[in-house]
């Protein structure tokens, strides 16, 4: 894998989602692209006003859109849906859970600006527990996205597989950690740095706030593996057990509420295999708010200096 990360940022994902989309379809007659009334939002609009045979707007009624979906699915198509994270998730999970899932369809679902991504939209429109909500729907399959190289590559492979598909994704501009045009197994966590003392594993947002973390560590002695586990299920239990048994601590870093995200996922590997000293920067038992995002982050802990500080404390609790 090739990692370019050096604090720069990427291309928005909404430009890349706006020209994704359209190729795919271009590409797939069997690609049916559904929205709920935020086509604008992801650069879509143009083109699927241009071709209404392959793009449907919903209107705001995603669980509609979510039956529409299904059916669609149910007839040989390969749905792709979008809309903001909290309505990708909880407003149409029955709908998702029973018409998807349970009926044997298959769905890939995209659900933008989740967690404090959504900043000025607020608490309402921040979803915090999409994760867990998605991880509960048997046979599914959870990604965190960190850069556009990993969207473009996820969303290329979800289409052709089987099942009930959850991305959760920005839609402004996020660090770039890969070159472009790269091919991601789904499924695999991606070894981003090697390290002796504790493990980070981290998804999203969090993944280039990792490597910063690392950088701090170094500076005290302290050599921290980082791992990008943007599959969160299937996660990559294999890698997080080598890694824990290689370094005998672990950190789990997020932009979901703890419970039900990537730490529990790693707990519930680690206490069934290899009980491993762990600690989690996670958004703790709150509901969003109001702000922006860089203030959002300090005000869920969201931060480098608390992966830091949580890699420090799981170091001390192995010695």
Known sequence: MNVVYNGEKDRAFKDVLSQLIPRLAQHDDDVIYLDADLMSTIGTVKWAKEHPERAINCGVAEAN???????????????????????ASRRCFDQIFLSGGYAGNSVTVIGTDPGVCAAFNGGTHMPFEDVALYRTIPGSMVFDITDTAMLESVVEQCKDIHGIKYLRV??????????????????????????????????????????????????????????????????????????????????????????????????????????????????????????????????????????????????????
């Open 170 to 319: 920005g839609r402004k501009n996020s660090p770039k950690v890969y070159a472009d045009s790269q091919k991601f197994e789904l499924g695999k966590g991606i070894v981003l740095r090697d390290g002796k003392d504790v493990t980070i594993a981290a998804c999203g947002i969090m993944t280039a706030k990792a490597l910063e973390a690392a950088d701090v560590l170094a500076k005290e002695g302290i050599s921290a593996a980082v791992i990008d586990m943007f599959t969160i299920k299937p996660l990559d239990e294999d890698l997080l057990i080598s890694f824990a048994k290689k370094t005998g601590a672990v950190v789990t870093a997020e932009n979901h509420n703890k419970i039900g995200g990537l730490y529990s996922a790693c707990a519930a590997a680690l206490a069934k295999q290899l009980p491993t000293p762990l600690e989690y920067v996670a958004v703790e038992d709150e509901f969003g708010e109001v702000a922006p995002q860089d203030y959002l982050e300090e005000r869920f802990g969201l931060t480098v200096s608390r992966i830091a500080q949580k890699a420090r404390t799981a170091v001390k609790r192995k010695n």
């Open 65 to 87: 859109m979510a039956g529409i979906a299904a059916g669609l699915s149910s007839a040989g198509f390969k749905p792709i849906m979008h809309t903001f994270g909290p309505f």
